[in-house]
């Protein structure tokens, strides 16, 4: 079956005035449905062509993991938000980051400083490491932590195409708006009970 583009899960004006409209409508319209489009014609009549998205992403190289990469980590990180997020984590979430970082705080300010300080396009994650212990990672341009054998929980794009409209270059404002009003921290605790669950 070919890679299919997932509808975005809320309006385009669902996060102002942290995350515009025109960003959004871009970002996903535009930007998602490209590498979407390009992993399609990439994977046509290969080896690739009936595989899930995620077996693609950690098993491919070059163009092909490039473009896949990006169409799997933008339907994650529309996911990593929601309207009126942010705030804090609960249940076993937030005992899980409270052992990693010390509390709610401690988290956001190396989750931050991760995004704020990866050099060029890339992404900053919270992920669940083979050990069982959260980790807070950045990777650069499409690579995720899928690649490095860990479990994605949440994700910040740091690619100046989702803030410029809204932040120009001030790439620190947006992260703390993603930190402090997007989290979407009911999806972060699904994806680690999922994960444990699976162990």
Not at 18 to 47: C, F, M, S, W
Request: glycine share 8%.
């Amino acid at each position: 079956m070919p890679v299919t583009l997932p509808p975005l899960p809320y309006s385009y004006e669902a996060l102002e005035p942290h995350i515009g409209a025109a960003t959004l409508e871009t970002h996903y319209d535009k930007h998602h449905r490209a590498y979407v489009d390009k992993t399609n014609q990439l994977i046509a009549g290969g080896p690739f062509a009936d595989k899930p998205l995620e077996e693609i992403v950690r098993n491919s190289e070059g163009a092909l993991f490039n473009n896949a990469g990006q169409a799997w980590n933008h339907t994650f990180y529309w996911r990593s938000m929601r309207p009126d997020g942010g705030g804090a984590p609960s249940g076993a979430l937030a005992e899980a980051i409270n052992k990693a970082f010390g509390n709610v705080d401690g988290f956001k300010r190396e989750f931050a400083d991760a995004a704020i300080n990866q050099f060029g396009s890339g992404w900053a994650w919270l992920a669940l490491d083979g050990e069982g212990s959260l980790r807070i990672v950045a990777t650069a341009n499409a690579d995720n932590p899928l690649t490095k054998d860990m479990v994605p929980l949440l994700t910040c794009d740091v690619w100046e195409h989702a803030y410029y409209l809204d932040y120009r270059n001030q790439r620190a404002k947006y992260v703390q708006a993603f930190v402090d009003h997007l989290i979407n921290w009911a999806f972060a605790e699904e994806n680690l009970q999922a994960a444990r669950a699976g162990r």
